[in-house]
């Protein structure tokens, strides 16, 4: 599985999203998405125990998308 196809599985269950073709690499997550600051503070630490990394409060604040989120896991883990 990948890292996109994890992270969409993740904030399907997340947010309650049955149509997982409706998550993309270009997908807002506030604006497309609907996720609120509680949302983003649960997937952010399940980001953690999934990918075994410590996202900051200072790079969480700079992820608007599913695909900026993507790519900084991959950039993150040596698992790619």
């Given amino acids: 599985m990948t ?3 994890k ?13 997982l073709d ?3 690499m270009d997908s807002d997550i506030v604006v497309d998405l609907e ?7 649960i997937l952010i630490s399940n980001f953690d125990k999934e990918f075994g990394i410590t996202v900051s409060d200072e790079d969480a604040m700079n992820m608007k998308s599913i695909g900026d989120i993507v790519r900084y896991i991959d950039s ?5």
């Fill in 3 to 5: 890292t996109f196809e």
């Fill in 7 to 19: 992270i969409r599985s993740m904030f399907a269950d997340q947010l309650g999203i049955g149509d």
């Fill in 22 to 24: 409706r998550i993309t």
């Fill in 35 to 41: 996720a609120d600051s509680l949302d983003i503070f």
């Fill in 76 to 80: 993150h883990t040596s698992d790619k």
